[in-house]
């Protein structure tokens, strides 16, 4: 698979690799091969950025609570790429899983050379945050374009759509346009401005429905492939009715959960309930 195919065919993205072992996203390398081998091919996995400039796969932030959340205790002053991949994650909820850095991710675009990955930068809004993340990626990428042909940047204004370009014309951007309440067309970036800057993917376009009513649906005709969160949003429902084809970025669990994988997810989630707890009592 790559990027042109996904236009007018319904594909469904993992997002955070998908849930996993009763976690909802993991953003690991044990989800993301699970689910590759029961035929998903579209992954969005949040990416953080290190102390020492290097890029893992996090949502969303190297801080205290969010390492916590993922098990991992032992926390140094400064959070390292060696030293985050030297641990496994969800240690207590399961036997531990594998971390991603950027490093393994370009190497799993390479072994399974039909996946698409989406790297959402949440907490990496400036454009020199973004144009910082797309020249690590390029050192790992160089001049291979049939990766940099499987993998969309998420860009969640003008600003981070500048970052990504002014490092190179290669990249492959994703707008996200979900916060409509709080944001304009100051930072928000346009239907028409997405055509104009060349970028042909947009997630969660729920502002720009309601802002630019109609834009997308005729945009749609030209080249824009539209994602969100799920199929029963009234806004996207609008999309569909007018011709547009809504893919899916969300959490997938197996199907049949119902009469065999749902009591063993609600044991799981109960689980997690007393890990929450557990981890708040300790490490308050």
Not at 81 to 110: A, C, D, Q, R, V
Not at 147 to 167: A, P, T
Request: hydrophobic share 40%.
């Amino acid at each position: 698979m790559n990027l042109l195919k996904i236009k007018d065919t319904y594909q469904y993205a993992m997002h955070g690799n998908g849930a996993y072992k009763g976690l909802r996203q993991t953003n690991t390398e044990d989800a993301l091969i699970y689910w590759y081998r029961k035929g998903v091919r579209i992954f969005e996995i949040d990416m953080a950025k290190t102390s020492d400039s290097e890029y893992v796969a996090v949502a969303h932030h190297l801080n205290k609570k969010d390492l916590r959340r993922l098990e991992i205790f032992d926390l140094p002053e400064n959070c390292t790429s060696k030293w985050f991949m030297g641990h496994k994650l969800f240690s207590i909820s399961t036997k531990g899983l594998k971390p991603l850095s950027m490093g393994l991710i370009i190497e799993l675009l390479i072994k399974y050379n039909d996946m698409i990955v989406m790297l959402d930068l949440f907490g990496l809004f400036t454009s020199e945050e973004t144009a910082m993340f797309v020249e690590n990626l390029s050192q790992y990428i160089g001049n291979n374009v049939e990766i940099w042909d499987r993998l969309l940047i998420e860009s969640y204004n003008k600003e981070m759509v500048m970052g990504i370009q002014n490092v190179t014309a290669r990249a492959n951007i994703i707008a996200c346009v979900r916060f409509e309440k709080n944001e304009d067309d100051k930072t928000t970036i346009t239907p028409q401005e997405l055509l104009e800057k060349n970028i042909r993917f947009i997630s969660y376009p729920w502002y720009c429905t309601l802002k630019h009513p109609g834009e997308i649906e005729n945009f749609s005709k030209n080249g824009i492939t539209v994602f969100s969160r799920t199929k029963d949003n009234t806004l996207d429902m609008r999309l569909k009715r007018a011709g547009v084809s809504v893919n899916i970025i969300a959490q997938r669990y197996d199907g049949g959960r119902i009469i065999y994988q749902y009591p063993l997810y609600m044991m799981s989630y109960l689980k997690r309930i007393f890990i929450k707890v557990y981890i708040k009592l300790r490490y308050r």
